[in-house]
């Protein structure tokens, strides 16, 4: 916890010195539109089709009390205009149902500069009645998301709205450094790209509670910590440091195809004591496919 508080005040600065310049700050992290972090948004008109493998599902800086490795899949459409569409497929290895998820949404890309862009986005989640995943409680989410690339770094803020049984807002800056190889590996179109990240998560977490009653059989109540001075939902309902996290994508990159393995080293805080949540490694393997 001692690091996080000065990595916290460090990306507020940088945030505050970017609304400054461009009146918006904010990046790439959770733009509802599933895309692998070396997202490139172009204005070209294209459609991408893409699968995901991981190790852990992870909802805002939460994991369920089992690992749940899972696959998703997604296909988005890029109008010229700067509107999106798109949809996804989640399947958690360790569940029941055959389908546990599916997403779909729709937003809009504006560009204020060659440096300052941003989305905003509305996603309507549907889970399957056996699903087990922790953000289950959730069913819609608004997402605005605004990034300024100061070439040294990119940094982004992300805001996000959920409802459905419950309702949580979410902040999460990020901090992020993307270069490429200037050297092709197998030839003159394919190369390799890095986008190491430091990104906080700020919020409530009142799907917490919500998932708890709606999976009684899921938690093992002698491992509960005693709440504090006051109950859970209370403390669920307050605005806290919910996480921080250390990333490292690595991808290999052609024309209309990459390929991404992504390491991720995630620290929640601010725990409430039906998770248990601890430090936790979590890996990711992307394959998209782009058209245009």
Not at 209 to 217: A, D, V
């Amino acid at each position: 916890m001692r690091y996080a508080w000065p990595l916290l005040l460090c990306s507020i600065f940088v945030s505050l010195q970017v609304k400054a310049a461009a009146y918006h700050n904010h990046a790439d992290t959770i733009p509802k539109k599933p895309t692998a972090d070396t997202d490139t948004v172009t204005r070209k008109q294209s459609l991408s089709i893409g699968v995901s493998f991981g190790s852990d599902a992870q909802f805002f800086g939460r994991t369920g009390t089992k690992k749940y490795p899972f696959m998703n899949s997604d296909i988005i459409y890029n109008a010229k205009s700067g509107f999106f569409v798109y949809g996804s497929l989640y399947k958690v290895f360790t569940s029941t149902p055959v389908i546990d998820e599916t997403d779909v949404g729709g937003g809009y890309f504006y560009r204020f500069s060659s440096k300052f862009t941003g989305n905003i986005s509305y996603t309507r989640f549907i889970f399957n009645r056996d699903a087990l995943i922790i953000k289950s409680a959730s069913s819609n989410d608004i997402n605005f998301n605004n990034s300024y690339d100061w070439k040294i770094m990119k940094t982004g803020v992300v805001l996000d709205y959920l409802f459905g049984q419950v309702s949580d807002f979410f902040v999460t800056i990020n901090n992020s450094k993307y270069f490429e190889s200037n050297f092709g590996i197998f030839d003159d179109k394919d190369y390799l790209s890095f986008n190491p990240g430091i990104s906080i998560i700020l919020g409530t977490q009142n799907f917490v509670q919500k998932y708890s009653i709606n999976h009684p059989g899921t938690f093992d109540n002698d491992n509960l910590l005693p709440p504090p001075l006051h109950s859970y939902s209370g403390y669920n309902s307050e605005f806290h440091m919910l996480n921080y996290s250390f990333k490292l994508p690595i991808a290999y990159n052609r024309p209309h195809y990459t390929f991404e393995f992504a390491y991720k080293y995630s620290i929640p805080v601010n725990v409430e004591g039906i998770l248990r949540n601890r430090r936790e490694s979590f890996y990711n393997l992307t394959f998209y496919y782009l058209f245009y």
